[in-house]
């Protein structure tokens, strides 16, 4: 009997749990002739989540658990959920219901018919969520999928179904600031999209603040692009030739025409548009600096703080 193995990333997530729970044991029932495990990654939750986890397991052989010591971001809970998968297929889905659990029954048939290594799914429209957040969403896909090599299907979600061998190629990138989108499209492998209506989280509230989707984007594009580093050393030259020319033509005004006190205002304009320029190719610089940085540090991705097989610190 195939083992599907199921990822499902929970932070303070108790009021949502139970009916999660209860719509995975309606696809189990669908999908009969394969074992679906559920692996919940506690990040850290402050409230039941962790308690609601345990009961799940004690009445449920093939509900597990991982919990962290703290908060450590989805992206530490994915990688920590494929590395505890064992399965023949392996999912990753959001606890909230916004990706439905039916079409997992649909992704096991295409995956059983052997033409696939993933099936994905994409949503088709954003309703319900702030305009604000859509448009900034949108304008992140444009400009990433110019910018870097890897191609991300806009309105891609995290929730998919992929085989063995495509889980252990995600697993071998061990990289420490991780963006899966990204990491997804770069291994390959053959991904047939499904596309679905955005439904609403049906209790709880999102876990994404408007600060912390602009920083995850930002990873997205410097994990998966060093464009913007040539970008910076662009503006620096390109400003570099028009101060310059400006130095040639105050020169010769200067020699022609004397000196002209009244001017420094221009003269200030120009200092603070440069040095501006500077601190922005600074900036992106440091971006990638930081990076390396946090990746020479080697720390864990996380660290564990219990599982439900009973091993404490990893
Ligand atoms: N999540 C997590 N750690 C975090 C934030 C979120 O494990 O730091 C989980 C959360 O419990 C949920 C999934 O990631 O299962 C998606 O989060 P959410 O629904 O809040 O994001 P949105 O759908 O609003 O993008
Ligand atoms: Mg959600």
Not at 97 to 115: A, F, N, R, T
Not at 157 to 171: C, F, N
Request: with cysteine; charged share 25%.
């Amino acid at each position: 009997m195939k083992v599907i193995s199921i990822i499902v990333p929970c932070f303070n997530e108790e009021e949502v749990l139970p009916i999660y729970y209860n719509a995975m044991l309606e696809v189990r029932k669908e999908i009969s002739e394969a074992t679906i495990e559920l692996i919940f990654v506690d990040d850290g939750s402050k409230d039941g989540t962790l308690e609601l986890l345990k009961q799940f397991h004690e009445k449920d052989d093939n509900c597990q658990f991982l919990s962290f010591s703290r908060n450590f971001g989805k992206e530490a809970a994915i990688y920590a959920g494929l590395q505890h998968a064992k399965g023949d297929y392996v999912g990753l889905m959001d606890v909230d219901l916004q990706d439905p659990p039916e079409m997992l029954i649909q992704m096991y048939h295409i995956l059983e018919e052997g033409e696939y290594d993933c099936v994905g799914t994409r949503r088709t429209d954003r309703k319900g969520e702030p305009i604000i957040r859509s448009f900034f969403s949108d304008c992140f896909y444009k400009f990433i999928n110019k910018i870097s090599d890897v191609k991300i299907v806009s309105g891609a979600r995290d929730y998919r179904l992929m085989t063995r061998r495509m889980a252990d190629a995600v697993l071998q990138i061990s990289e420490k600031e991780r963006f899966s989108k990204g990491i997804f499209e770069w291994v390959g492998f053959e991904t047939k999209w499904l596309e679905y209506h955005n439904t609403e989280r049906v209790a709880g509230e999102t876990k994404w603040s408007f600060n912390k989707l602009l920083m995850y984007s930002l990873q997205g594009i410097t994990c998966f692009s060093v464009s913007p580093l040539y970008l910076a050393s662009g503006i620096g030259t390109l400003f570099c030739g028009i101060s310059f020319l400006f130095l040639v033509f105050i020169l010769v005004r200067t020699m022609v025409w004397g000196d002209a006190t009244p001017g420094w205002p221009s003269l200030v304009c120009i200092i603070l548009l440069i040095s501006g320029i500077q601190l922005l190719c600074l900036g992106i610089i440091g971006q990638y600096l930081s990076k390396t940085y946090l990746e020479t540090k080697d720390r864990p991705l996380y660290l564990l703080k219990e599982d439900s097989q009973g091993e404490s610190v990893r």
